[in-house]
C-alpha cells in the first residue's frame, strides 16, 4: 500500500544519507516542505550570515528535487496541519534536531497529529550517536570530553549511510508555496559579497569540499589543523550545520580514504565526536547557550564595555592576531579554530566581557553558526563550561602569533597595513621603535591602532577577578 507523506526537512538539506526522507520515498508520494519558523525559535533565529547560507543551500536543495519544495513562513504548528486540511497526506516525517526549543515543538507536533489518526515519524540524520543512548554508569550524562569520547568508540558504530532516493514521486497539489525571496533570508545589508567566492552552498558544494579534503589533506590534518594561513582543515562546519551532509557520510568517508588507518583518521573524527559532544551537552543542559555551566560564574565580575566590544567586533584592538581573525569572520563569514579560542579567550579574559556577548556576535557572523557548538565552545573558553579549559589559562596572543602564526602569514592576509612588517614585530607592533614602524610605512593610532588593553596587567585582573569566585 502507497502513502502520501510530508517530509519536513529543516537541517538536513540533502536527498543522500537522509532516512526521513529516504523513509517517504519509499512509502509513495512525497511534499517537500521547508517553513522558516518565525515562532518558536524567539532568540536562536538564525543570524544574519546563516540565513545568507540557508537562502543559498534551500535554493540548491529546490534543484535537486526538481522545483518540488513548497516554502512557508509562519509556525510550523499551525501551517503543518493547514497543509494536511488540504491534501491526502497520512504521514509526516522529520530527521531530529536537538536545539531545546526545536525538541519542544517537535513533541509538541507529534502528539498533535497523532491525536488526530496522521502518522508521524522522526529519524537519525544529524549525529552519530543519539545523546540519549550514552550516559556513565549510574545513568547520568558525561560532562567530560575524554571518557565520552571512549564511551562513543565502544558504542556501536555509527549506523552507514541510507542510500539514495533514486525515484522520488511527487504528490499532485494545489498548495501555494512562498517565492524563495519572500521568506526574507537575505541579509538587508550587502556585506556578504565575498561569501561567494569562498562557500558553495548545496549538497553538491558540500561534496565537493569534503573529497577536496579527503584527498589533499586528511593525511596531514593533525600537523596542520593549527595553522591558520594553511588550508589544514575540512571547512565543512556550516555544511554538516545545514545538514547538506551527514557527520555518518564524513565519518565513513574518512575511513575510507585513510583505509581505516586509525592515526590518519582519528585526529579529524576526534572533532567530529567534539560535536557530538556539544550537541549531547546542549541535549541533556537544556540551558547551556544561556547560562553559565559552572555556576559559580554567576558571580564572575564581568566589566561591561562597549567600546573594548566594538573595538573587538570591528578587528581594531592593535592585536594584530585578534584583529585579522575578527576580520577574517567579517569578511569570510568563518573564522579559523585557533584563532576563534584565541579571540574569544582576548575578549573575554583581557577584556572581561561576558562570553555570551562574544557568542551573540559570532552567532550573528559565523556561517557555520551553531547552537550546541557555539555556545559550548564558548563556555568551554570562558572557563564556565563543562570539561572547560580552566580560567587561570589565558592564551597570550603574541605568543599565540608566533607559534601558530610564525611568518605573520595569516596577519597579512587579513591586516595588509601591516604588510611590510617583519616576522620579529608582525604580532607585537607596538614593541617596534616609531622609526622602525615608519620605515614599514606604520603609524600607530593612524594606520594601526595601538593595543586596547596591556596583556599584561590585563591578564592579571583576570586572575584577580577569578580569584573573587574561586571558593
Ligand atoms: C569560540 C568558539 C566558537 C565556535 N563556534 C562554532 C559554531 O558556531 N559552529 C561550529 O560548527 N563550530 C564552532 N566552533 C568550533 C570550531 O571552531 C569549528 O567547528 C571549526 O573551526 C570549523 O572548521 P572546520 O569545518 O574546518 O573544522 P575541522 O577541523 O575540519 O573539523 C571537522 C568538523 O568537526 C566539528 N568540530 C571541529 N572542532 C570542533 C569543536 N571545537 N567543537 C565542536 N565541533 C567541532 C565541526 O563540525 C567541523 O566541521 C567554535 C569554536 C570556538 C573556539
Not at 519509499?26 to 518558536?40: E, K
Not at 565575498?194 to 589533499?216: D, M
Not at 556550516?238 to 565513513?252: K, N, R, T
Not at 602569514?409 to 622609526?435: M, Q, T
Amino acid at each position: 500500500m502507497t502513502s502520501t507523506t510530508l517530509v519536513w526537512f529543516r537541517q538536513d538539506l540533502r536527498l543522500r544519507d537522509n532516512p526521513a526522507l529516504a523513509h517517504a520515498a519509499a512509502s509513495g508520494s512525497v511534499i517537500p516542505v521547508y517553513i522558516v519558523d518565525d515562532t518558536h525559535a524567539q532568540q536562536w533565529q538564525p543570524g544574519s550570515a546563516s540565513n545568507w547560507w540557508l537562502h543559498q543551500s534551500l535554493c540548491a536543495l529546490n534543484e535537486s528535487l526538481n522545483g518540488n519544495l513548497l516554502f512557508f513562513k509562519g509556525d510550523p504548528l499551525q501551517i503543518i496541519p493547514d497543509i494536511i486540511s488540504q491534501t491526502q497526506i497520512e504521514q509526516v516525517v522529520w530527521n531530529r534536531c536537538y536545539e531545546p526549543w526545536q525538541i519542544r515543538r517537535d513533541k509538541t507536533l507529534k502528539a498533535q497529529l497523532q491525536n488526530v489518526g496522521i502518522q508521524c515519524q522522526s529519524f537519525n540524520g544529524n549525529l552519530l550517536w543519539e545523546p540519549w543512548q550514552l550516559t556513565k554508569q549510574d545513568g547520568s550524562p558525561y560532562k567530560v570530553f575524554t571518557p565520552f569520547y571512549k564511551k562513543c568508540l565502544q558504542h556501536q558504530t555509527p549506523r552507514f549511510p541510507v542510500p539514495k532516493s533514486e525515484s522520488i514521486q511527487y504528490y499532485h497539489h494545489t498548495l501555494s508555496s512562498l517565492p524563495l525571496a519572500e521568506l526574507a533570508l537575505m541579509p538587508s545589508i550587502n556585506w556578504y559579497q565575498a561569501f561567494t567566492k569562498h562557500w558553495r552552498p548545496g549538497e553538491e558544494g558540500a561534496g565537493f569540499i569534503l573529497s577536496q579534503f579527503l584527498n589533499n589533506n586528511i593525511a596531514d590534518y593533525a600537523n596542520n589543523r593549527n595553522i591558520p594561513s594553511v588550508n589544514g582543515t575540512s571547512c565543512l562546519s556550516a555544511h554538516l550545520h545545514f545538514g547538506e551532509l551527514s557527520p555518518h557520510q564524513v565519518w565513513y568517508a574518512a575511513e575510507q580514504i585513510t583505509a581505516a588507518d586509525v592515526e590518519q583518521c582519528e585526529p579529524f573524527r576526534r572533532q567530529l565526536v567534539w560535536r557530538e559532544f556539544s550537541y549531547y551537552l546542549l541535549y541533556h543542559f537544556p540551558s547551556f547557550p544561556e547560562k553559565n555551566f559552572n555556576a559559580r560564574f554567576d558571580h564572575f565580575p564581568w566589566s561591561k564595555d562597549d567600546n573594548l566590544l566594538i573595538a573587538w567586533q570591528q578587528g581594531k584592538t592593535g592585536i594584530p592576531i585578534i584583529d585579522a581573525g575578527m576580520r577574517e569572520l567579517w569578511q569570510t563569514g568563518y573564522m579559523h579554530n585557533r584563532v576563534r579560542m584565541i579571540v574569544a579567550s582576548f575578549l573575554v579574559k583581557n577584556l572581561l566581557q561576558d562570553w555570551r556577548e562574544g557568542a551573540a556576535w559570532f552567532w550573528d557572523c559565523l556561517l557555520d553558526a551553531d547552537l550546541a557548538n557555539n555556545s559550548a565552545s564558548w563556555q568551554w573558553v570562558a572557563g564556565s563550561g563543562a570539561d572547560a579549559a580552566p580560567y587561570f589559562r589565558i592564551f597570550n596572543p603574541v605568543l599565540q602569533g608566533k607559534k601558530f602564526d610564525p611568518d605573520g602569514e595569516y596577519v597579512k592576509r587579513f591586516c595588509p597595513e601591516l604588510g611590510s612588517l617583519p616576522s620579529k614585530y608582525i604580532h607585537n607592533p607596538w614593541e617596534a621603535s616609531a622609526d622602525f614602524l615608519q620605515q614599514h610605512h606604520i603609524l600607530l593610532d593612524q594606520t594601526y591602532p595601538s593595543p586596547i588593553v596591556d596583556l599584561k596587567q590585563s591578564r592579571q585582573r583576570a586572575l584577580d577577578a577569578f580569584h573573587q569566585i574561586k571558593q
